[in-house]
């Protein structure tokens, strides 16, 4: 059973940028897919980005170019660094692992572990 642990998420302005944490308890952590969701209020969760097993990267339109994930498997942790926020990625971020070989799922079938979730919160 995976345990992830999310951290970072806060009140910015807009134009202002955050990085969220994503901490896991599995050892072989290097053997998962990991993924970053959003719910933002009376919205479904929709799919932010990914990172595959050997960091081939995925992300949404909506935040392609302002946010990077990345990932430290010495540390068992992956990152969302998001620059230039939007009042509407306002939302409750998740972390969500998938052990998989290849790729990385964009559709939260594809994950079987998900964190509690942080809340980014964007002014105007």
């Known amino acids: 059973q995976v345990q992830l642990v999310e951290f970072g998420g806060g009140l910015v302005q807009a134009g202002g940028s955050l990085r969220l944490s994503c901490a896991a308890s599995?050892?072989?952590?290097?053997?998962?897919?990991m993924a970053w969701f959003r719910q933002a209020p009376g919205k479904e969760r929709e799919f932010v980005g990914a990172i595959s097993r050997i960091s081939m990267t995925y992300y949404a339109d909506s935040v392609k170019g302002r946010f990077t994930i990345s990932r430290d498997n010495a540390k068992n942790t992956v990152y969302l660094q998001m620059n230039t926020l939007k009042p509407e990625d306002t939302a409750v971020y998740y972390c969500?692992?998938?052990?998989?070989?290849?790729?990385?799922?964009?559709?939260?079938?594809?994950?079987?572990?998900w964190g509690q979730g942080t809340q980014v919160t964007v002014s105007s």
């Open positions: 969500a692992a998938d052990l998989r070989i290849s790729g990385a799922g964009t559709t939260q079938s594809d994950y079987d572990y």
């Open positions: 599995e050892r072989t952590f290097s053997s998962y897919a």
